[in-house]
């Protein structure tokens, strides 16, 4: 890296970011390309992101952390860029990795035509096993910046950009998100765009991975440093992703959308919720319970809550094989669960189901009731909680079901979820005696 003022200043918005954050460091230093200085600036982080990037990496990382949480990296981006040297500010996710030669095609094409905005090819990969994809910044035509989104891991600008269009504005007071609004005012603004038109970009969206800040894991940004890392590391990647599509995986571009068809801050606290890291308070059980499946939103583990006439509502899980589901509950004392599905999308399925609770495989009896549908019995107990339980179905795949007309990918048709305190004397779980059927 450059002792005096660099190219790229890269600024990483971080929050609570222990599990992901050396990862992606790792993947800016091993760019081919040596011209820019590392900016992490903490959302007022309370974990210890701080002393993993001091003891990895020591002075190559500027790290600072906000006073406070913002709830969003709007905050720490404008902080990133008030402490930028360099002349182009690149910003990557905290959870995100770059190809080796991200910063190199980039810088090419800064030198080549000098755009406010440069941008390279990205790929948004769905949960493992959910054949999922965003693809987005490979263009030709400048014009593709009012219609297509671009991650803020895929684009550097110009550092006086900020300025002009008024840096990055709080979620919480959009319509849109943050990085939508931002790209979006940089058009109206005029600001010129250029695209690499070479994929260096390889983005874990949180918000496509339902609870990923209640229970965070950096195996996939693992996996994917030490594969882009091997020989023709990069070209692998892409020839997957590639055989990925050929066998029908879903591969969406990303547009924007009427954001006003949203009210201000709905979108950011929907994602919050996504996330984990806000939800309703926990509900008290202390008697044989019946809980319905839930709404809430849920990223590409469960599809829209839809009505049996006979059987009440359920959801899909989906495209996600392996979907988290929240039961927001306090539990004193330990208590039997049963999950109650409509349907399975295929037999084997079934067959290759295992069922976690808080990460940890639990044994499960599946039993067939007489309407057809199934529950699933654990068969040891859950719990005390004062927080809630996740359960985690991992099954082979998903499936796209010949009656189904809009061909979505999907598992296991969640009813709802039955809880019985060991301490009360109640029916047997799974008798129906809590719906009242």
């Known amino acids: 890296m450059a002792s005096t003022a660099p190219r790229f200043s890269i600024v990483i918005a971080a929050y609570n970011s222990a599990r992901w954050i050396v990862t992606t460091v790792r993947s800016v230093l091993a760019q081919t390309y040596g011209d820019y200085e590392i900016i992490v600036v903490g959302d007022g982080c309370t974990d210890d992101t701080g002393e993993l990037l001091q003891a990895h990496f020591g002075n190559a990382v500027d790290w600072t952390n906000l006073p406070q949480n913002s709830g969003g990296q709007s905050y720490p981006n404008n902080e990133g860029i008030r402490r930028a040297?360099?002349?182009?500010?690149?910003?990557?996710?905290?959870?995100?990795?770059?190809?080796?030669?991200?910063l190199l095609r980039m810088a090419e094409v800064v030198a080549a035509s000098d755009p406010d905005f440069v941008v390279s090819g990205a790929i948004c990969h769905g949960p493992p096993g959910s054949m999922y994809y965003h693809t987005t910044g490979i263009f030709e035509d400048p014009a593709a910046a009012a219609t297509d989104f671009f991650p803020p891991s895929s684009f550097a600008h110009r550092r006086d950009v900020a300025q002009r269009i008024g840096g990055w504005k709080h979620p919480a007071e959009l319509h849109a998100?943050?990085?939508?609004?931002?790209?979006?005012?940089a058009v109206e603004a005029g600001c010129t765009f250029a695209s690499t038109r070479t994929v260096t970009v390889h983005k874990f969206a949180a918000g496509h991975r339902y609870l990923s800040y209640r229970l965070p894991s950096n195996d996939e940004q693992s996996r994917m440093l030490a594969r882009l890392a091997a020989p023709d590391g990069e070209q692998a990647v892409?020839?997957?992703?590639?055989?990925?599509?050929?066998?029908?995986?879903?591969?969406?571009?990303?547009?924007?959308?009427?954001?006003?068809?949203?009210?201000?801050?709905?979108?950011?606290r929907g994602l919050r919720r996504t996330k984990g890291l806000e939800k309703a308070p926990p509900r008290t059980v202390d008697a044989l319970t019946w809980l319905p499946v839930v709404?809430?939103?849920?990223?590409?583990?469960?599809?829209?809550?839809?009505?049996?006439?006979?059987?009440?509502?359920?959801?899909?899980?989906?495209?996600?094989?392996?979907?988290?589901?929240?039961?927001?509950?306090?539990?004193?004392?330990?208590?039997?669960?049963?999950?109650?599905?409509?349907?399975?999308?295929?037999?084997?399925?079934?067959?290759?189901?295992?069922?976690?609770?808080?990460?940890?495989?639990?044994?499960?009896?599946?039993?067939?009731?007489?309407?057809?549908?199934?529950?699933?019995?654990?068969?040891?107990?859950?719990?005390?909680?004062?927080?809630?339980?996740?359960?985690?179905?991992?099954?082979?795949?998903?499936?796209?079901?010949?009656?189904?007309?809009?061909?979505?990918?999907?598992?296991?048709?969640?009813?709802?979820?039955?809880?019985?305190?060991?301490?009360?004397?109640?029916?047997?779980?799974?008798?129906?005696?809590?719906?009242?059927?």
């Open 85 to 102: 040297r360099g002349s182009h500010v690149a910003y990557l996710g905290h959870d995100d990795i770059w190809g080796p030669t991200h």
């Open 177 to 185: 998100p943050a990085d939508c609004d931002f790209l979006m005012r």
């Open 238 to 268: 892409l020839r997957e992703v590639s055989d990925d599509i050929a066998r029908g995986a879903d591969n969406l571009p990303l547009r924007y959308y009427d954001f006003k068809a949203f009210g201000a801050g709905d979108i950011y």
């Open 295 to 437: 709404a809430d939103p849920a990223a590409l583990d469960w599809h829209d809550v839809e009505t049996n006439p006979l059987l009440g509502t359920f959801r899909w899980s989906g495209p996600n094989p392996n979907p988290r589901y929240l039961v927001n509950v306090r539990l004193a004392t330990p208590a039997t669960l049963c999950i109650h599905a409509l349907a399975v999308a295929s037999p084997e399925l079934l067959d290759g189901l295992h069922v976690e609770v808080d990460e940890r495989e639990v044994d499960f009896e599946a039993v067939r009731d007489p309407r057809g549908s199934y529950v699933l019995k654990l068969t040891a107990p859950v719990g005390p909680t004062g927080d809630g339980l996740v359960i985690t179905l991992r099954m082979p795949r998903c499936v796209r079901m010949a009656n189904d007309a809009r061909r979505r990918r999907v598992g296991i048709a969640l009813r709802g979820i039955e809880l019985r305190p060991i301490a009360e004397d109640s029916p047997d779980v799974g008798d129906g005696a809590a719906r009242g059927l």
